[in-house]
């Protein structure tokens, strides 16, 4: 029995557990709900073993349990494959606006409702009806690539005890490739796979002047304005290219290639269309780049936040006695956080005027980028599985957020592969969630080609 | 019996009046005692009918009343004074900082401790004094000018009714210079005049962008953003010589003469004081201008508060849908705050990148500059007035702020004379206020002197 033919015949059995699954409300950012998340590692746990796993284990951390399991090769030699997911949800509300019950599973034509359906309980549970489909194919008893599954339990609440979870069964975790099945691709009929995030940091200026707010008619005009100095260094963080003014900002991005841009140029990308989803009038950035490029190649610093003085209602003729604003930086592949934290302190301090003082506070150590080798074998075999599934070329994209992905490939020492099919339009975060059933089993189909490829067996 | 004399012989009784008067705790800004800001209308009227005043009337206005007074001079063509005064008083707290209880009057050395000792019973009160010895001084029943009193009861909740009452009641309010007795010199040792105030107009801009807050992941680097903008614009609203750059900004105004610049000079102006008490560490302002000279001489444009987007805690990665600042622009001599309005206007919108929209919100049609012509005879001659009183010359200085007096002088179509005592050291508006009753006698001896100067009887 060929895989297709294998994954059509279990369909409905696939889609009976899934929704098995989604009817747990496993919300990491609810206490309420933190039985719930629980329940949902060890209904997990129990299908994985029921899938064949022969090592199935609940991790506890500090906070929510992840699961692991662990499916050894036949041949030794074979490669090791680790895949990452999460088995908790977003919350819920406003609960009112769901037209089914979220945690009611609901198939309405292609479509499965239901909060985690598509972010991301269905996109776990299509690997284990995709290495079935591997093993029935081929008629082993054993995966063709040994294939770890490390499903966390707070990816939605922040992943606040991964990286450790990670560091301290690191010796577990070894792979050869992670493949993430997290994310989504460009549309139904555009398969795609991301290979990139961007990373980020972000701070908190502050400006202090006088000691207290000032009256504007005795000292307005002959001492420093906070609030001017941080509209003047605010404004000084890019040229007149939209390209970031920080000293030092570009020195270390790794540009991407022109292959990559050339295959972005292929998206059928509607720029309006764009623009109706981001609820602006106009697209705006780095001089020489697309919008997708701006998006996804190209570091960028965002103005978050900004306040002084006084903001209530009528006037108060002051100099305030304080600027504040919070900055973020999206990064990009070949950048350091904390190198880039360092610039933008020295740019700070080099245009704080005479009677101000700065203060500036990050949020915390940040997060580097991550983006795939384009010619790497997994990627390669990655994309040749996917092409195999839908039978159509196989686009790149990338994410212009950025996600705890980097920290796996950074722990884990392993190239991220991204095998995922989600779609923009499944609602995640959002009222109404859902899946396209037939992505579903496209994606069980192409980790099956994907184990083939990977393990030199196709 | 000179003036001098008389008012040396008048002392206790003066201060024995004012004692009284300072007892009723007419806090305009306080409803509980708007009783007693009729109290103290009351109080002056009959007070003002005692010191021999022919004409007292109290006005109503619809909120609280000012007091109206005129004696006429014996020669019908005399000039005619008219003194503008207020009686109402700031509110006391924090009443637990004041050392005595706010309104029991009381001396302590050459100080007089009280709630509207300085601002503005004290000065308003020794007109009475000074129009008394002016008369015991000439023998005469009558005063060598026409002298008018208006004193509000409405100044320190923002003299709300007195434009519209001046202009109901113009005819009666016909005068040839107008005094006022509200503010304050350069120090004890030092007397001066108050030769112009600052006009004031203030707006709110508001800059508005994408419908929503954006995730700066998804968007970010790729639409105008709000802030950025707002940073943009308030950056460019000075130049590098801190010069407004508001195209035709500077067009109208009146420059300061020479001399009024040399006389400037001349005050004994302790810029590391001035410092300490604007709690700043360092002096800015226009290019070429010393810090009296930007505070008193030059117009401004001063942020008074600016926000937008995330300004809780921790960080929020969005594009923010809008962008608010406040601004006010301190205006001088030939300026219309109309005109700025329009100019500001101009000015942002031909800012407003692609994507982006503008609302400028003005408060109110703002407020004119006032400033007194050096070489008129009035001025002149109450120069004379306070020289002869002090036995030393008189110095010129300006309000930085702004207040309802360039509106005297627009409705009345008269002169500005600005006689007055007060010290910066006074504690007007804070806990301790207190007045120096020396000064009040030389403000009463000056008055004096100025009716003969303006009578020609001297």
Known sequence: MDVRTYIEAHREEFLSSLKEWLAIPSISADPGHHDDVRRSARWLADHLTATGFPTVEVWETPGLPAVFAEWPAADPGAPTVLVYGHHDVQPVDPVEEWDTPPFTPTERGTSLHGRGASDDKGQVLFHTLGLRAALAASGADAPPVTVKLLVEGEEESGSVHFAELMKARRDRLDCDVAVISDTTMWAADTPSMCVGMRGLTDVEISLYGPARDLHSGS????????????????????????????????????????????????????????????????????????????????????????????????????????????????????????????????????????????????????????????????????????????????????????????????????????????????????????????????????????????????
């Open 219 to 458: 000292f307005g005009g002959a001492v420093p304005n906070p609030l001017k100095a941080m509209a003047d260094l605010l404004s000084a963080l890019h040229d007149r290219d939209d390209r970031i003014a920080v000293p030092g900002f570009y020195d270390d991005v790794v540009e991407a290639s022109a292959e990559e841009r050339e295959l972005i140029a292929r998206l059928p990308f509607d720029e309006a269309e764009w623009l109706a989803t981001a609820a602006s009038t106009a697209a705006r950035g780095e001089r020489g780049y697309s919008t997708l490029e701006r998006i996804w190649l190209r570091p960028t610093a965002e103005i978050n936040g900004m306040w002084g003085g006084h903001t209530g209602a009528g006037g108060k003729t002051i100099v305030p006695r304080s600027a504040h604003a919070k900055v973020s930086f999206r990064l990009v592949p070949g950048q350091e956080p904390l190198k880039i934290q360092d610039r933008v302190r020295a740019f700070v301090e080099a245009r704080v005027p005479d009677g101000l003082r700065a203060e500036l506070e990050f949020g915390g150590p940040g997060v580097r980028a991550c983006a795939s080798d384009l010619s790497s074998p997994a990627l390669k075999a990655a994309r040749r599985a996917m092409e195999r599934a839908f039978g159509t070329p196989v686009l790149f994209t990338r994410e212009g957020g950025s996600g705890p992905e980097a920290d796996i490939a950074d722990v884990l020492g392993a190239p991220l592969v991204f095998v995922a099919v989600g779609l923009d339009g499944d609602n995640i975060h959002a009222p109404n969630e859902k899946v396209e059933t037939p992505l579903l089993l496209k994606g069980a189909e192409s980790v099956a080609y994907l184990w083939e490829e990977l393990g030199g067996t196709a």
